[in-house]
């Protein structure tokens, strides 16, 4: 079994920063690639950035130059660090990973969610 546990959701002000933590636990050998996703009602979920275990980062065009995407030294939480928040950040935050399992087996993990609120 995977375990991910998000925290460091909220409201804030529109211009504020909010720093999210996804820490992964259970049976897992070693995360592949690891990543922020979010969804609004009504409209799909959407990428906002990854990150692979070599660090090579990938981010969406909305999240270019304000949010930042970093993991541990031990690779088993990951974070996003998002500043200069705007309204139409507010979402549902999803933390993902891509493990390989103690058992060899390669998987998608989602976390449960956190809120994001930044109000105008």
């Known amino acids: 079994q995977v375990q991910l546990e998000e925290s460091g959701g909220g409201l804030v002000q529109a211009g504020g920063s909010l720093r999210l933590s996804c820490s992964a636990s259970?049976?897992?050998?070693?995360?592949?690639?690891a990543g922020w996703y979010r969804q609004t009602p009504g409209k799909q979920r959407e990428l906002v950035a990854t990150?692979?275990?070599?660090?090579?980062?990938n981010y969406a065009d909305s999240a270019k130059g304000r949010f930042t995407i970093s993991r541990d030294n031990a690779n088993t939480t990951v974070y996003l660090q998002m500043n200069s928040l705007e309204p139409e950040d507010t979402a549902v935050y999803y933390c993902?990973?891509?493990?390989?399992?103690?058992?060899?087996?390669?998987?998608?993990?989602w976390g449960q969610g956190t809120q994001v609120t930044v109000s105008s």
């Open positions: 259970g049976s897992i050998r070693r995360i592949l690639l």
């Open positions: 990150i692979t275990d070599s660090g090579i980062t």
């Open positions: 993902y990973i891509n493990a390989m399992s103690v058992f060899l087996r390669r998987g998608d993990y």
